[in-house]
């Protein structure tokens, strides 16, 4: 992180080695041999470079062609016509559980199991916290957004038609600008902390594995489009969750070296009194109380609203689902995936802290503490483990960018300025074209970026600054009628140049002047990213308040479909018991908003240092909040769909007569919703 995070030693306590590089040896506090006087954990890759290109490779094609076979299924034996609605919206049918487990799954970024890892092995106890917090309520926030999409812009496939519709052509390209880069960002720190990771496990060289891992990605997303992501994602949000649950028995449970709370709490005691973290109190990893925790977790807020706000594959994801799933699958799917960040770094990153791994801030910074807590723990077991944890992560958030920008460049540039009577074979061709394009580019990108030295940590706390400007003017399109386009423009550019400038300045004005170090410090990006998202929100606002709009949603209720999709006209009677459910979605997602950011936090605060009792509770919670999520996530789409398997797996002998006459395939029924 920055270096305001830099350890420091107590002065009454003193640590000897009697090593030669003794000033550059990294912790190792209880002295295991194993890592005697090593000045960096990742001395050489403990996998074979085969393994790398194993998981890389082979489970990008296999991925791919069970993708492949599926959407061949649909479409050769169950005769399902593969139209652009279609394929870039999955028949705006999918089930609440499917929903929940692709939002997991969509969430679940490379940074999510990294740098929520560095966090805690920085800051402690607080980190995981204000990391799967602080990214958790925007989407259940979205949920609102989910409702209001098949409300006002049923027949809508991207966020920015439903902006072109209200607010016109300015309007339109200036949010096309944020969205792409939204999406760029989000990639490159995919793919970057993908093949940082894969190297420092395999050796494989970064840029290779950069270019490597987009590829199996292409295959699967070019041939079934967002429905073919959807089936791989319930695949990855799987093998997730149940390897998140084996790290969290090993570190808690069953490890030799650490294995239970109260060993773990013992450890990082012991280490709060020799390395005690700065802003923390006490210098202790266990405790709330801690200055550069905050910090990071104000950032996080603001800067996750932007890439779920301002990122088509959250809204791509809400179109698709059926109108009650949209609302619920955002609740449900965002309350699961907290427990990704959270009982991962509580476990992984904790264990890092308690077992004094050599791990130096810049391996922590390029996303290395969970392989490194893995290895220390399982062996090449765990190593693997991560390695395919993070490949499923980096496979399925990959595949919904692709997807999402290949619908922006089908729909908002190709249809909108260059062929606006354009086919729907027209729209899957550009879509497959961007989708591989869009695919080998990001490669690209996060080659670039490792070869500049921007690293992991540093695009995660930046990214606010660039899009937070544009969050609360896109949240206005669909939910404010009288926020105006001028508003919305204006309040975003102000916001663009007015965070871009606090950031750089501020960041300029610290010793040694602009450099990525002094853009990193915590209390710079904070400066930046609040400036970024509240000046935009504030101007967009009084602006609207001043030369209000007056939109009645009949132009963004008349978005045209290019090919005809039944369940993009909504019945009457479901339209009205959305409407009623929409206060109180709005209600569940402020109410857990606040319990999240503000109560839980809050209420840590009294306990000061955690006592063992108050860490064993912390644990405890961790366990129950992963293994309810991994039991539903697994669980709840099977459920929803046991019909379909039943038909799949009987070739069609069983269980047509749930259905109205076979009205709908095998496959769908593993997404459809009920309507
Ligand atoms: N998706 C995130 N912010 O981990």
Redesign the pocket.
């Known amino acids: 992180m920055s270096r305001a995070a830099e350890p420091f030693v107590s002065p009454s306590v003193f640590f000897f080695n009697s090593c030669e590089n003794a000033q550059a040896v990294v912790n190792n506090f209880f002295n295991e041999s194993k890592y005697e006087c090593y000045t960096h954990f990742f001395r050489s890759p403990p996998l074979s470079i085969a393994i790398g290109y194993a998981v890389v490779l082979a489970f990008g094609l296999a991925f791919g062609a069970a993708t492949v076979a599926l959407v061949f299924i649909d479409q050769y034996i169950f005769r399902r016509a593969m139209n652009s609605e279609y394929f870039n919206t999955a028949g705006r049918s999918v089930r609440t559980g499917l929903t929940a487990s692709v939002v997991v799954s969509q969430?679940?970024?490379a940074?999510?199991l990294l740098q929520s890892s560095n966090v805690a092995y920085q800051f402690g106890i607080s980190g995981p916290l204000w990391y799967a917090a602080g990214?958790t309520v925007q989407v259940v926030l979205f949920s609102t957004m989910a409702v209001l999409v098949k409300l006002r812009a049923p027949t809508a496939h991207t966020f920015l038609e439903i902006i072109r519709a209200r607010w016109g052509r300015v309007a339109h390209l200036t949010f096309l600008g944020f969205a792409l880069i939204t999406n760029i960002i989000v990639t490159s720190m995919l793919v970057l902390g993908g093949s940082v990771t894969v190297q420092a496990l395999t050796g494989m060289n970064v840029d290779v594995a950069s270019f490597l891992i987009p590829l199996g990605v292409i295959l699967y997303t070019f041939a079934g489009g967002l429905k073919a992501t959807f089936v791989a994602s319930y695949f990855n949000t799987g093998v997730i969750l149940v390897a998140l649950v084996v790290f969290m028995f090993k570190v808690y449970v069953t490890s030799e070296d650490l294995g239970s709370p109260d060993k773990v709490y013992h450890n990082l005691q012991q280490v709060s009194l020799i390395r005690g973290v700065e802003g923390n109190r006490d210098g202790s990893y266990l405790t709330m109380f801690s200055r550069n925790g905050f910090f990071f977790g104000v950032v996080n807020l603001v800067g996750?609203f932007g890439?779920v706000f301002i990122d088509q594959s959250y809204w791509q994801s809400a179109i698709a689902a059926s109108p009650t799933a949209s609302w619920k699958g955002y609740l449900l799917g965002g309350l699961c995936w907290f427990a990704i960040?959270f009982s991962l770094a509580s476990s992984l990153g904790l264990a890092a802290v308690a077992r004094s791994l050599p791990i130096t801030i810049e391996e922590a910074n390029q996303g290395l503490v969970p392989p490194a807590a893995a290895f220390d723990l399982m062996g090449r077991n765990g190593a693997s483990l991560v390695l395919v944890m993070l490949f499923m992560a980096v496979t399925s958030s990959g595949a919904s960018e692709q997807i999402a920008v290949s619908s922006l460049i089908s729909y908002d540039v190709y249809r909108t300025y260059f062929n606006p009577n354009c086919s729907g074979q027209q729209v899957i061709f550009l879509s497959r074209i961007v989708i591989v394009s869009y695919g080998l580019l990001t490669g690209g990108f996060s080659i670039a970026l490792h070869h500049i030295h921007v690293n992991l940590n540093f695009l995660y706390l930046a990214m606010g600054v660039f899009i937070g400007p544009a969050v609360v003017p896109v949240a206005y399109s669909i939910s404010w009628g009288r926020c105006s386009g001028k508003g919305a423009v204006f309040g975003s550019l102000f916001g663009l140049v007015c965070g871009l400038s606090v950031w750089l300045s501020y960041g300029a004005s610290f010793p040694g002047g602009l450099s990525v170090e002094n853009l990193q410090e915590d209390e710079v990006m904070l400066a930046g990213n609040l400036s970024s998202i509240l000046s935009s929100a504030l101007v967009c606002t009084i602006i609207s308040i001043f030369r209000p709009d007056d939109c009645d949603w009949s132009t963004t209720k008349a978005i045209p479909l290019i090919e005809d999709d039944p369940n993009a006209h909504i019945a009457f009677e479901t339209e009205e018991a959305l409407e009623q459910a929409l206060k109180r979605i709005g209600i569940a997602g402020v109410l857990i908003t606040g319990v999240l950011v503000v109560l839980w936090p809050a209420f840590t605060l009294p306990a000061k240092v955690f006592s063992k009792h108050y860490f064993r509770f912390w644990v405890a919670l961790s366990f129950i909040w992963g293994i309810a999520s991994c039991v539903l996530m697994i669980v709840l789409p099977l459920i929803e769909s046991r019909h379909g398997i039943l038909i799949l797996l009987s070739g069609g002998r069983y269980g047509l007569g749930a259905k109205a006459e076979g009205e709908e395939t095998a496959l769908e029924d593993f997404v459809v919703e009920d309507r």
Do not use: E, M, R
């Open positions: 969430w679940t970024w940074a999510t990214a996750n890439t960040p």
